[in-house]
C-alpha cells in the first residue's frame, strides 16, 4: 500500500449526512378553553429549547430537538396553550473527532431539525385558533459556544480550587 492511500484512508472526510427526520412525540394542551378567548390576548410566552443524542450503531446517532412553549395571559396569569415537541433524527455521523463530534450533535443535526419543529408547534397552535406563533430562527452556534464557555469556565473554577495556596 503506498503511504498516499494509507494516509486517505487514515485521514476520513467529514460525514454529516440526515438519514431520517421524524417527529418522536408531541403534545398540545389548552386547558382554558373556551373561555381563555373572552380575554385581551396579552399573552406571555416561555419558550424552552434542548437537545438529546444518542449513538445507535457505528456512525449512526439520533438527536432529537426539544421545544416547550408555554403561554399564559398576562393579566390573569391563565394558561392559554402548552405545546411540546420531540422533533428528531438519525444521522450518519464520521470522520469527526471530540469538539466538532460535540458541535455537529448539539448544533448542526438541531439546526437541521429546528424548521420541522418550528412548523408544527405553528400548526398546533393554529389548530388552537389562537393567533399565530411564528418561533424566531435559533442560532445554534452561538448557544454550542456558550456551553463551551460555561464548560470552560467551571473547569477553570475546578482546577483552582484544587491546587494548594500558599499562606
Known amino acids: 500500500m503506498s503511504e498516499e492511500n494509507q494516509v486517505t484512508q487514515e485521514k476520513q472526510e467529514p460525514v454529516l449526512q440526515i438519514q431520517r427526520i421524524y417527529v418522536k412525540d408531541v403534545s398540545f394542551e389548552a386547558p382554558n378553553l ?10 406571555n410566552l416561555e419558550f424552552n429549547l434542548s437537545t438529546e443524542a444518542k449513538q445507535l450503531g457505528d456512525d449512526l446517532y439520533e438527536v432529537t430537538l426539544n421545544v416547550n412553549v408555554e403561554t399564559t395571559l398576562e393579566d390573569s396569569k391563565d394558561l392559554a396553550f402548552i405545546c411540546e415537541v420531540k ?64 464548560v470552560e469556565e467551571e473547569s477553570q473554577t475546578e482546577n483552582s480550587a484544587e491546587q494548594p495556596t500558599l499562606n
Open 34 to 43: 373556551p373561555h381563555i378567548f373572552q380575554q385581551e390576548w396579552k399573552p
Open 87 to 150: 422533533q428528531a433524527g438519525v444521522f450518519t455521523i464520521s470522520g469527526l473527532e471530540d469538539v466538532h463530534m460535540a458541535h455537529a450533535l448539539t448544533s448542526r443535526c438541531p439546526e437541521m431539525l429546528f424548521p420541522y419543529a418550528r412548523e408544527l408547534v405553528a400548526s398546533l397552535v393554529n389548530r388552537g385558533t389562537f393567533p399565530a406563533l411564528n418561533l424566531a430562527p435559533v442560532n445554534f452556534d452561538a448557544l454550542f459556544l456558550e456551553h463551551m464557555r460555561r
